[in-house]
Nanobody, 111 residues
Framework: QVRLVESGGDLVQAGESLTLSCAVF????????VDWYRQPPAKGRELVAR???????LYVGSLKGRVLISRDNLKDRVYLQMNSLKPEDTAVYSC?????WGQGTQVTVSS
């Protein structure tokens, strides 16, 4: 059974950087596509970034240009590096692959 565990969420100040981690258990990361989503307070969930096999990536939304998704297949982990964070980036960030979701990790950006 595949299980995802996110970590790295924190309270940071505007302008700072943060790197989130998504650990995959129960299955090798392999060539599976992995998504990072976020859900701001009182809003719907939105796609932030996608990691395809072969190092291909996709970035969507307001974090585009300030975010980098990467993967380490040996460690079965996918990372989300976010730079120049803004208060509007405050959200619960979750990863997803193979139809499975993690519990999310809270990112709060203070002004």
């Amino acid at each position: 059974q595949v299980r995802l565990v996110e970590s790295g969420g924190d309270l940071v100040q505007a302008g700072e950087s943060l790197t989130l981690s998504c650990a995959v258990f129960g299955s090798a990361l392999g060539d599976n596509t992995v998504d990072w989503y976020r859900q701001p307070p009182a809003k719907g969930r939105e796609l932030v970034a996608r990691s395809f096999s072969g190092s291909r990536t996709l970035y969507v939304g307001s974090l585009k240009g300030r975010v980098l998704i990467s993967r380490d297949n040996l460690k079965d982990r996918v990372y989300l590096q976010m730079n120049s964070l803004k208060p509007e980036d405050t959200a619960v960030y979750s990863c997803s692959t193979l139809g499975v979701w993690g519990q999310g990790t809270q990112v709060t950006v203070s002004s």
